[in-house]
């Protein structure tokens, strides 16, 4: 009998197993050896024939409750069909019927990646760890494999499973994750335990109670949820903790819940030879960050300035700019840093927006880029035009929706979660200040804009720079800000956090952090046309800009935003910075490469020559 039959008779195969109760004969009948060995040939490809156990669960109901098992189920987990109906296969990885959750042992990581398959409807093939009633450990070979209906539901899970006994000393064996054992390591003098597992009753106030927890719970309950730079401090309290957080897979639960899957994902490469440990230290404590300058082939044809530029992936995209005599550009260039001589080269696109300069050039998901505004031809501008680069035919296309913003240049703009596009103030075409802020979800499938309202916004700016930290909250810095009658830079950072039901602008009472070493306490003086960047880590680097008096663009400024306290902090960068320049671009690529193009000395703008902010120790750089 095929699997094909199984999905056929569904009905009967459940109603022979829901009137079988305890009666042996029916058990005996049940036993099918021709639907397990089809299945194995199926779904294990076998050579010979095994004993398969067969789970079918209602994916209707909540939780897939089971409502049928055959024979080689109940022998082989010692549970019989009625004490397991109804309920979810789980039980299966709690070594006792009475525990309240699974057992240490069993892999959290194959646990999760069940639940996804099951919640997507998808098939799932893998080992897992699971119990029989005695507690005896076995090694269940799954297959999962949805049925659906005839309108595409998926009605019902059938599991196939081939039990082996799992030989493992479960004593001696910590959470699987951990591929070095701490139990062999512990600190002496957490080690007062008894043969039998018990604690001497004249020690039970000695022994610190958070190190009786199994390994599992400690990782992924405690420090998981610490701050990277707290992690290696908490190393020091007894051997097994600090052998945990030495461990690379906890490290990349505590950087993901610190930073986020998304940054976690860009820095995948830097940790194949740092490592999670070392990363994680040298983005806080800034120990290995330098200034380089490298030079580049090809040529940005006809010369500009004013372009806008970003990084998709490992690659920087340049758009537009104002050529000789004020002329709007509307080529698209991009340099490849994954090549092993990187060249500009034009992107040959079938249509592109019209010429502009004063705009800007933000990324989305991939190879996805927009733009918006500027200054063109006719005026100021405020279409939107997205692209995708790695698309056989580039095209950019133009996005329609709702009431768009004011035409403006000289505006700011980040992406939020890769699809939502977010402008801020500029300048209009009477040469009035704007202080709105709009949002433009692209990942909808007619974008609408729409206008952030709030109570109160920050005074009306061009010039100024919008960095995002924390997922959803956004950093507004610097600028060319109306000041009563007078325009003039500014120093000030407002903050806003679009996850709220109301967002809300509010100002940053930013101080100067008092303290020694590489990072000195000095507020950074008023400027426009500055860049910020977002670290992995969520503080943020400001740098360049037009600034009045003898102050130095080149100086880097260190902000951590979501501090109860946040306070300025200049760092002090080895290499060669760029030169005195204000009005460059710079694109973060990999989340540790900050690659500084463009600006103005006075006499040229600069595309040949790039700089580069290495925040971490390169790849191939002794460890």
């Not at 009666?23 to 095994?50: C, G, K, N, T």
């Not at 698309?391 to 035409?407: D, H, M, R, S, V």
Request: negative net charge.
């Amino acid at each position: 009998m095929g699997m094909e039959e199984i999905e056929e008779q569904p009905e009967h195969i459940f109603r022979k197993r829901l009137k079988c109760g305890d009666d042996a004969d029916d058990m005996e009948q049940d036993a099918q050896p021709e639907i397990a060995s089809h299945a194995v040939d199926r779904f294990f490809y076998s050579p010979v024939p095994l004993p398969t156990s067969i789970v079918v669960s209602d994916a209707l109901e909540p939780d897939f409750p089971i409502i049928y098992v055959n024979t080689v189920f109940e022998f082989s987990t010692g549970f019989r069909a009625d004490e397991i109906l109804g309920r979810n296969c789980r039980f299966l990885q709690f070594r006792d019927p009475r525990a309240k959750r699974r057992h240490p042992s069993v892999d959290p990581v194959v646990v999760s990646e069940i639940r996804r398959c099951l919640q997507e409807g998808i098939e799932f093939q893998g080992d897992v760890l699971n119990f029989r009633k005695d507690g005896t450990p076995l090694i269940n070979s799954l297959r999962l494999m949805p049925i659906h209906s005839d309108d595409g539901v998926v009605t019902h899970v059938i599991g196939i499973q081939i039990f082996t006994e799992a030989k493992l000393d479960l004593n001696n064996v910590s959470y699987p994750v951990f591929k070095e054992t701490c139990q062999q390591r512990r600190d002496n003098s957490v080690e007062p335990f008894l043969e039998d597992g018990r604690i001497p009753h004249s020690q039970h106030e000695e022994v610190c109670g958070i190190l009786q927890l199994s390994d599992e719970v400690i990782a992924q309950n405690i420090l998981s949820r610490l701050a990277p730079r707290d992690v290696a401090s908490i190393g020091s309290v007894c051997m097994r903790i600090r052998e945990l957080t030495k461990n690379e897979h906890v490290r990349k639960m505590v950087c993901q819940n610190a930073w986020g899957r998304d940054v976690t994902g860009t820095l995948e490469l830097m940790t194949k030879k740092l490592g999670w440990g070392r990363l994680a230290r040298e983005l806080t404590t800034l120990e290995a960050i330098c200034w380089k300058k490298f030079s580049v082939g090809g040529a940005v044809e006809p010369s500009r300035c004013n372009f806008s530029a970003c990084a998709a992936g490992n690659r920087l995209v340049l758009f537009g700019g104002e050529g000789v005599n004020m002329q709007p550009m509307d080529d698209t260039f991009v340099l490849n840093l994954d090549s092993e001589n990187p060249q500009w080269s034009r992107v040959s696109v079938k249509s592109s927006p019209p010429g502009r300069w004063g705009h800007t050039l933000s990324s989305l998901n991939g190879s996805w880029l927009v733009v918006f505004g500027g200054c063109g031809r006719q005026g100021l501008l405020n279409d939107v035009f997205v692209l995708d680069l790695d698309a056989k035919q580039p095209t950019w296309k133009e996005i329609f929706g709702g009431t768009p913003p004011l035409p403006r240049s000289w505006h700011s703009s980040c992406t939020l979660e890769g699809s939502k596009l977010v402008v801020s103030g500029g300048c209009t075409d009477a040469g009035v200040l704007l202080s709105d802020t709009f949002l433009l979800d692209l990942n909808m499938e007619k974008p609408m804009w729409k206008e952030i309202p709030t109570l109160w916004n920050p005074p009306s700016r061009l010039g100024h720079s919008l960095s995002v930290y924390g997922r959803s909250k956004i950093l507004m810095f610097g600028g060319l800000a109306k000041t009563g009658h007078l325009q003039l830079r500014s120093g000030e950072a407002y903050t806003i956090d679009l996850e709220q039901e109301k967002p809300q602008w509010r100002q940053l009472e930013c101080g100067a952090l008092t303290g020694g070493g590489g990072q000195n306490a000095v507020v950074p003086p008023p400027r426009l046309d500055h860049v910020a960047l977002t670290m992995p880590c969520g503080r943020i680097i400001v740098f360049g800009g037009s600034i009045a008096g003898l102050h130095s663009p080149s100086q880097l400024y260190l902000l951590d935003p979501s501090e109860e306290k946040p306070a300025w902090r200049t760092i002090d960068v080895p290499g060669q910075p760029p030169k005195f320049a204000w009005g460059h671009s710079t694109c973060v690529v990999g989340g540790t490469r900050v690659l500084v193009l463009g600006g103005h000395t006075g006499e040229e703008w600069i595309l040949s020559e790039l700089h580069e902010l290495c925040l971490a120790s390169k790849q191939d750089s002794d460890p």
